[in-house]
Nanobody, 121 residues
């Protein structure tokens, strides 16, 4: 099996920073894309940022210039550095990863269970 576990969420004041971490473990042969999504109450889940295995990144317009996604391929881990946080960033943040469990299988997308980020004074 494959597990993705997020950490680093919490309560922060507007203008503050948080760093989210997502570690993938289990039966992993290789990982291609990894990403962060978020879902606020009453809203659909949306892409925040994504990164390919080669380090190419993509961001939602709402977080460009404030958030930075990075990954450590040796550790099967993806990070999200969030700066200048705003109340509208409040949501449950989920990570996902495209994982291949052997050289003979296709990539399957796995999801973490999420971590709560609350931006409030």
């Amino acid at each position: 099996q494959v597990q993705l576990v997020e950490s680093g969420g919490g309560l922060v004041q507007p203008g503050g920073s948080l760093r989210l971490v997502c570690a993938a473990s289990g039966s992993i042969f290789s990982i291609n894309g990894m990403g962060w999504y978020r879902q606020a109450p009453g809203k659909q889940r949306e892409l925040v940022a994504a990164i390919t295995s080669g380090g190419v990144t993509n961001y939602a317009d709402s977080v460009k210039g404030r958030f930075t996604i990075s990954r450590d391929n040796a550790k099967n881990t993806v990070y999200l550095q969030m700066n200048s946080l705003k109340p509208e960033d409040t949501a449950v943040y989920y990570c996902n990863a495209g994982v291949r469990r052997s050289a003979y299988t296709s990539y399957i997308v796995y999801w973490g269970r999420g971590t709560q980020v609350t931006v409030s004074s």
